[in-house]
């Protein structure tokens, strides 16, 4: 291992009680996206962190969730190259899901909600830059920081922020959780779509008159065979009807069905095609009406030569430290979806465990000092050199 890396991994292994204590802390400060009066506490506990290694924060209030915090450092050079640290503090766990599934530490593990997606990148994140101030490590691409309350239903209200930091900043760092037991970093990310079909017939009396109704559930299940059919395995490409309702009691010929489809793509061109695919439907009835609504609303994080340079980057620096790292595909997206349209991304560099939103969920604590120090050793990195083919 050579300098700096063993002055970094040595300085993190005599923090690692601390690091423990505040992901516990953290774990603790349940914070359900949708509830926004529960993001205050956790956002304040990142805001002391943050200020205690001087980069002061500024918490921006959404209108219906917590909204997002953003910090950089106090000290900086006016023209330096920035780059942004990524990840969100809100969870999928209601409140008081802690009195049934409390925080813990098993062995090498902690488990609890939200310690693995992804408070545990949190910590990591913070420790990298506490690492870098207190050692006096110079960086030549200035630290943002941005941390929001709303990626869990969608990154809605904080998306404009993070477009807008990404279009300025020489790479994103994501601290979502690694992909895997293997823990690989996530260098793909598929794009998601949802869509609404609705279906109008014609009511009648389901006995006295069935042949004078035009039943809109069973031309939507047409549909659904023809959306079925738009699976494709082997490119990647999932469409998934995931809810149908319709018809108003079981005498009545339907009038109205609907389905909600949630679509997954690998690249954009498959974005496009399965878009224009779904928006072409047609009624299978001809007396029934049929109207789309939706979109692919974030388009795939793609291995382009701009991620793929900074994943090299990362497997240098692995070996560095004596990590042999793997790369992977994640079918769910993230924040690193909206950065990697505008710059270099790496997603993944958070915790090493499993259960996200899942009642095992856990990270494992020993790994938490490796990937903290290959964190603060990208963070030292020199500017890319951008590809012009991105």
Same mark, same amino acid.
């Given at each position: 291992?050579?300098?700096?890396?063993?002055?970094?991994?040595?300085?993190?292994?005599?923090?690692?009680?601390?690091?423990?204590?505040?992901?516990?802390?953290?774990a603790e400060a349940e914070s359900p996206s949708t509830v926004k009066a529960a993001q205050e506490p956790v956002l304040n506990l990142l805001e002391?962190?943050?200020?205690?290694?001087?980069?002061?924060?500024?918490?921006?209030?959404?209108?219906?969730?917590?909204?997002?915090?953003?910090?950089?450092?106090?000290?900086?050079?006016?023209?330096?190259?920035?780059?942004?640290?990524?990840?969100?503090?809100?969870?999928?766990?209601?409140?008081?899901?802690?009195?049934?599934?409390?925080?813990?530490?098993?062995?090498?593990?902690?488990?609890?909600?939200?310690?693995?997606?992804?408070? !545990?990148?949190?910590?990591?994140?913070?420790?990298?830059?506490?690492?870098?101030?207190?050692?006096?490590?110079?960086?030549?691409?200035?630290?943002?920081?941005l941390i929001n309350s709303d990626e869990e239903i969608g990154s809605h209200e904080s998306t404009p922020m993070i477009r807008r930091l990404a279009?300025?900043?020489?790479?994103?760092?994501?601290?979502?959780?690694?992909?895997?037991?293997?823990?690989?970093?996530?260098?793909?990310?598929?794009?998601?779509?949802?869509?609404?079909?609705?279906?109008?017939?014609?009511?009648?009396?389901?006995?006295?008159?069935?042949?004078?109704?035009?039943?809109?559930?069973?031309?939507?299940?047409?549909?659904?065979?023809?959306?079925?059919?738009?699976?494709?395995?082997?490119?990647?490409?999932?469409?998934?009807?995931?809810?149908?309702?319709?018809?108003?009691?079981?005498?009545?010929?339907?009038?109205?069905?609907?389905?909600?489809?949630?679509?997954?793509?690998?690249?954009?061109?498959?974005?496009?095609?399965?878009?224009?695919?779904?928006?072409?439907?047609?009624?299978?009835?001809?007396?029934?009406?049929?109207?789309?609504?939706?979109?692919?609303?974030?388009?795939?994080?793609?291995?382009?030569?701009?991620?793929?340079?900074?994943?090299?980057?990362?497997?240098?620096?692995?070996?560095?430290?004596?990590?042999?790292?793997?790369?992977?595909?994640?079918?769910?997206?993230?924040?690193?979806?909206?950065?990697?349209?505008?710059?270099?991304?790496?997603?993944?560099?958070?915790?090493?465990?499993?259960?996200?939103?899942?009642?095992?969920?856990?990270?494992?604590?020993?790994?938490?000092?490796?990937?903290? !120090?290959?964190?603060?050793?990208?963070?030292?990195?020199?500017?890319?050199?951008?590809?012009?083919?991105?």
């Amino acid at each position: 291992m050579t300098e700096p890396a063993n002055t970094i991994v040595y300085y993190l292994q005599q923090q690692r009680l601390s690091m423990t204590n505040f992901l516990k802390e953290l774990a603790e400060a349940e914070s359900p996206s949708t509830v926004k009066a529960a993001q205050e506490p956790v956002l304040n506990l990142l805001e002391n962190a943050l200020a205690s290694i001087d980069y002061p924060s500024n918490v921006v209030s959404g209108q219906t969730t917590g909204g997002y915090l953003y910090a950089r450092p106090a000290s900086r050079e006016r023209n330096c190259p920035v780059q942004l640290l990524l990840g969100h503090c809100d969870t999928v766990w209601p409140l008081d899901t802690l009195s049934g599934m409390p925080v813990e530490t098993r062995e090498e593990k902690m488990v609890g909600p939200g310690v693995y997606d992804m408070k !545990a990148g949190l910590v990591q994140l913070i420790f990298a830059l506490k690492t870098l101030t207190e050692l006096s490590l110079p960086y030549s691409v200035t630290p943002l920081v941005l941390i929001n309350s709303d990626e869990e239903i969608g990154s809605h209200e904080s998306t404009p922020m993070i477009r807008r930091l990404a279009q300025i900043a020489d790479r994103a760092f994501v601290l979502e959780p690694s992909l895997g037991l293997a823990g690989k970093l996530k260098t793909a990310r598929k794009g998601i779509g949802r869509f609404t079909i609705t279906v109008q017939g014609k009511a009648a009396h389901a006995g006295l008159d069935p042949t004078k109704g035009v039943s809109a559930i069973v031309a939507l299940s047409h549909t659904v065979q023809e959306l079925f059919a738009m699976n494709n395995p082997e490119k990647g490409i999932s469409v998934n009807v995931g809810m149908i309702t319709g018809g108003v009691r079981a005498n009545v010929v339907a009038p109205e069905s609907s389905a909600v489809v949630d679509v997954r793509v690998p690249t954009q061109r498959d974005a496009e095609e399965i878009t224009q695919r779904i928006h072409g439907l047609q009624s299978a009835h001809p007396e029934a009406t049929l109207t789309v609504e939706g979109h692919i609303g974030r388009l795939p994080m793609e291995a382009t030569p701009r991620n793929q340079q900074l994943w090299q980057m990362a497997q240098e620096l692995g070996d560095t430290l004596g990590i042999n790292l793997e790369q992977g595909m994640a079918g769910g997206g993230s924040d690193a979806n909206t950065t990697s349209q505008y710059t270099a991304t790496l997603d993944g560099l958070g915790a090493i465990g499993d259960g996200a939103h899942a009642s095992h969920e856990f990270v494992y604590l020993n790994r938490m000092i490796e990937r903290t !120090a290959l964190l603060a050793l990208l963070l030292l990195s020199p500017p890319l050199k951008q590809s012009p083919n991105i």
